[in-house]
């Protein structure tokens, strides 16, 4: 993804120009991993730009810090008011938001402590994740020679740094392989989520999501859909999903903040359902944009105005 940068950027307190934003090369979360981020999107509406529920991502970044030890030197409160205010002094009206909390430089070796904790939130616009032509035909996916990361390895629960290595690793096999995304398992063999987003299956109309207990992250927008599809009255279940359960739905699909509603149209070479959007997965789709664009009265509550 080439980036398109914007002016400025929240960094540790102040707003800096996008070309200062820099860090020095000893900083310990660049050698080692631990540091932990979000994804959040700004949606155009009419009533000016607003954050898709923005509170619950920085507070899931404060959880994500409290699962690895990093004490955030900021309160959610405070985090929350510096991302309005970067994006306002952006003067964008829909972007990607990336908050992210890494120690800094000071120290070396294993051991951060004694390194600073340091905080940024960027934005930048950042289009379909999974292309245009994803989010309406559908993509194709394939199950990853990865295993997803096992909670006692490192915590799948956490956006940590060092998580994404793993995803990394499934996207860019995936990618090499001609496919569009990858699917991985955990170590049962279980259906877990793809390396940047979660997913969900059609069965007999009800909808189906592997438990957070597989291995999956808890996503917002998974649970955005949880809530949405329950209103329209479709039923769903967290259950553990097998693969060859997942080659014969009805129709499956990702959520994710950067890939909002993609439909999953083939997984190993094998068509799901009629091959196109399915259905449930269109309805459930259409819901989704409405609510983030503010034309949702019922999900109003996860919009939080720029302005
Ligand atoms: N699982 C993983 C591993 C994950 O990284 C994400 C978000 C999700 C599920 C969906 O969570 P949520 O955004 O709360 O619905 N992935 C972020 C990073 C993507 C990237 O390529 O960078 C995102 O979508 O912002």
Redesign the pocket.
């Known amino acids: 993804?080439g980036l398109t940068p914007t002016k400025l950027i929240w960094m540790n307190g102040k707003l800096v120009p996008w070309n200062e934003a820099k860090v020095h090369v000893l900083t310990h979360t660049l050698h080692y991993g631990l540091g932990v981020?979000?994804?959040?999107?700004c949606y155009k509406t009419e009533k000016g730009p607003a954050v898709f529920?923005l509170v619950d991502?920085i507070k899931?970044l404060e959880n994500s810090a409290k699962i690895t030890g990093m004490v955030l030197p900021y309160s959610v409160d405070e985090l929350v008011a510096a991302t309005k205010e970067m994006i306002r002094a952006n003067e964008i009206e829909e972007c990607?938001i990336?908050p992210i909390a890494f120690y800094g430089y000071g120290v070396m070796g294993l051991n951060p402590e004694g390194a600073p904790v340091n905080v940024a939130i960027a934005a930048w616009p950042w289009g379909t994740?999974l292309g245009e032509d994803g989010l309406e035909k559908g993509v194709r996916a394939k199950i990853s020679p990865w295993v997803r990361i096992h909670p006692r390895i490192l915590p799948?629960a956490a956006?940590l740094v060092a998580?994404?290595a793993n995803?990394i690793f499934a996207?860019v096999d995936a990618l090499k392989s001609g496919y569009e995304e990858a699917i991985l398992l955990n170590l049962d063999g279980f259906v877990t989520?793809?390396?940047?987003?979660?997913l969900f299956i059609v069965e007999n109309g009800n909808l189906v999501t592997p438990p957070l207990s597989s291995g999956?992250?808890?996503?917002?927008?998974?649970?955005?859909i949880i809530r949405i599809a329950r209103d329209e009255g479709i039923l769903v279940r967290e259950e553990n999903i097998s693969k060859e359960r997942l080659y014969r739905a009805d129709e499956a699909f990702f959520?994710?903040?950067?890939?909002e509603v993609t439909p999953i149209r083939e997984i190993d070479g094998n068509v799901i359902g009629s091959g196109k959007r399915g259905e449930i997965t269109g309805k459930l789709q259409r819901t989704f944009f409405e609510t983030v664009r503010g034309r949702r009265p019922e999900y109003e509550d996860w919009l939080d105005y720029v302005e």
């Open positions: 993804m981020f979000e994804g959040i999107r529920r991502h899931r990607y990336r994740y799948p956006k998580n994404y995803s996207k989520e793809g390396p940047g987003e979660n999956a992250l808890g996503g917002i927008t998974r649970d955005s959520t994710g903040t950067a890939a």
